[in-house]
């Protein structure tokens, strides 16, 4: 009779046990699929900047610039996957001329979070930043020349 209990303690510690490593398996593995969508929309913001910086400069080179590019810019709304996921882009510009060619170099960061830091549970915060570098060379004074 005693073994008999000593058996059922046994394997209700071991039960738990489990239980307690598959909760961690599933925690982990839930944070592992929001780090992927987070830097997915980092990725976003950067993608959604470098088009905002080429885009005009290549079909008006004579005088359009991203007149945005300056910090805490916002991409339009994701949806899908990425749907509560917030998206930041900070933009500096560099101008410089060489050789009377304009090159403007611009630094992009972008960061992809979604819920609250310090909030609890600790697995509802999830945050990633990429950052690139894009530059646009125009060629003369007037730059109608998209080619450097």
């Known amino acids: 009779m005693v073994s008999a209990i000593f058996l059922l303690v046994i394997l209700a510690a071991l039960g738990v046990f489990m239980l307690s490593i598959y909760t961690t398996q599933r925690t982990v593995a839930t944070q592992d699929v929001r780090g992927v969508l987070a830097y997915q ?7 959604w900047a470098t088009y905002q910086i080429l885009t005009p400069e290549n079909s008006l080179p004579a005088g359009s610039v991203f ?51 310090g909030s609890s549970p600790s697995s509802d915060f999830v945050e990633r930043r990429l950052r690139a570098s894009v530059s646009t ?8 020349d998209p080619v450097c």
């Open 137 to 144: 060379c125009r060629v003369g004074p007037l730059a109608t």
């Open 41 to 47: 929309a980092a990725k976003t913001g950067i993608e």
């Open 67 to 117: 007149a945005g590019c300056a910090a805490g810019l916002t991409p339009p709304a994701s949806n899908g996957a990425l749907t509560g996921f917030a998206i930041t882009v900070d933009c500096q510009m560099t101008v410089a001329t060489e050789a009377g060619n304009t090159i403007r170099i611009y630094q992009l960061t972008s960061t992809g979070s979604a819920g609250a830091a």
